[in-house]
């Protein structure tokens, strides 16, 4: 199975730098901030320098290795799914499917462990700059060295290779097991996740306005609140279609077809959520609290500083990591719907029809993300503002909620549209006989 994997990737290695571009990512990612552990561990390094690196080593790598996990099983999802019929065809032929799973294991480790590789270089300029960031900040002393050592080595390898060989692993056993126990099983998750996070942001009243720990129980519970609302992403999508007024040739088209591509929408609808869920949340708290601290004159501690760049670190890696997971996998459902974009024009529908579908579709995705992203995001903000600042509302306008929305929408319309066009270039009767 190992050699049939690699003469996968040898035949066909443009199916596969989707994934090879997410590996890259997050193994870079992981091992420019683990790098801060092999940094704060050389002789020399004081109490206070060691301390911000171990805390921003610690804090981003661990959201690094989720979405890690995430980029990698999304665009593995899109890849299976489209290999269906190859993958059948391997079962017919007598593969067994462990064997099966074997083979699409094998893929994506040699992919992952490629892609790690590549990010070794970057890892090492990326934590030399960090560590160069801190310095100029105040927050790590001059006299400090950047190090690149084992652990940032050994940690950006064994995670993307472990993140990658569960994701292929859990992609090619979805695609094997039956709807009804997935379904029941995401649901469970997703009940879980909506009770945790409301027990987390109502318990933020239990804080006063100075307690250190005030941001983490109302971000956690917005967190656990966009996942809940991420895992329920195909019935809240339904839900909303069946609202939906839309009229016209386009209008119905949109609906009717993400109304059938619903589950296989679910994962850039949970990407929507979650960017639009931690991104605003985080950017309006860190907001308020840069807010209170002004307004009662306090000194800004070296905590507090860690915490702002921690804040707007895990914004900035969530922003780079779902524009890539949305535009990879946008890019490979879009191409995959050659068939479908051919016999719709062989019905009548001309391109500009064609491409006038994508794009409702691309907004009602846009919408339907941002609107459930933003109802989590407010249920942190608002109990983290009251306590905060004795308001109900952060006074920092629609500005950062009016730029997130922007990114979503550019990321989702943008990538359909321009592949949509690509796809297009070939006629319809080629699109339908080159996919039957």
């Not at 704060?40 to 989720?66: F, K, N």
């Not at 993307?160 to 292929?168: E, F, K, N, R």
């Not at 996998?329 to 995959?336: E, P």
């Amino acid at each position: 199975m190992f050699m049939l994997a690699m003469r996968s990737i040898r035949q066909r290695p443009g199916r596969f730098l989707a994934t090879l571009l997410a590996a890259f990512l997050g193994a870079g990612i992981i091992m420019t901030f683990n790098s801060l552990y092999d940094t704060a561990g050389r002789p020399g390094v004081d109490p206070v320098s060691a301390d911000t690196l171990t805390t921003s080593a610690s804090v981003v790598g661990g959201y690094g290795t989720l979405l890690v996990f995430f980029a990698v099983a999304s665009t593995l999802t899109v890849n299976v799914r489209q290999r269906a019929g190859e993958l059948e065809l391997l079962r017919c032929s007598g593969a067994t499917p462990g064997q099966i799973r074997r083979m699409v294991v094998g893929e994506a480790v040699a992919v992952a462990l490629i892609g790690a590789v590549l990010a070794i270089g970057p890892a090492m300029l990326g934590g030399r700059a960090l560590v160069g960031a801190f310095q100029d900040s105040g927050q790590v002393a001059q006299s400090v060295d950047p190090s690149f050592g084992a652990v940032a080595l050994m940690s950006g390898v064994d995670i993307t290779l472990v993140a990658a060989a569960g994701a292929a692993f859990l992609a090619v056993r979805r695609a094997t097991r039956g709807r009804r126990q997935r379904g029941r099983a995401r649901t469970v998750f997703a009940y879980a996740a909506l009770g945790l996070g409301a027990v987390s942001v109502m318990s933020t009243f239990a804080f006063s306005a100075t307690d250190e720990a005030l941001m983490a129980t109302p971000a956690y519970g917005a967190i656990l609140l966009s996942v809940g609302f991420a895992l329920l992403a195909p019935r809240l999508l339904t839900g909303v279609l069946d609202r939906l007024p839309l009229t016209g040739a386009s209008g119905w088209l949109a609906v009717r077809n993400l109304r059938r591509r619903a589950e296989h929408l679910s994962g850039i609808l949970m990407s929507l959520i979650l960017f639009t869920a931690v991104s605003v949340a985080t950017l309006y708290m860190q907001g308020v609290e840069s807010d209170a601290v002004r307004a009662s004159g306090a000194v800004r501690t070296v905590e507090a500083k860690n915490l702002q760049t921690l804040n707007l670190t895990v914004v900035g890696i969530i922003v780079v990591f779902v524009c890539v997971m949305l535009v990879n996998s946008l890019y490979a459902a879009t191409t995959y719907r050659g068939r479908e974009f051919g016999q719709q024009r062989l019905a009548g529908a001309t391109p500009g029809q064609v491409l006038g579908t994508v794009g409702v579709e691309g907004l009602v995705l846009t919408a339907v993300g941002v609107f459930f992203g933003t109802v989590a995001a407010l249920a942190g903000i608002v109990p983290f503002t009251v306590v905060r600042s004795d308001s109900v509302l952060p006074h920092q306008g629609l500005g950062i909620w009016l730029a997130v929305v922007s990114i979503a929408a550019a990321a989702t319309v943008g990538t359909s549209l321009a592949t949509a066009h690509r796809v297009l270039r070939t006629r319809a009767v080629e699109a339908v006989g080159l996919a039957a």
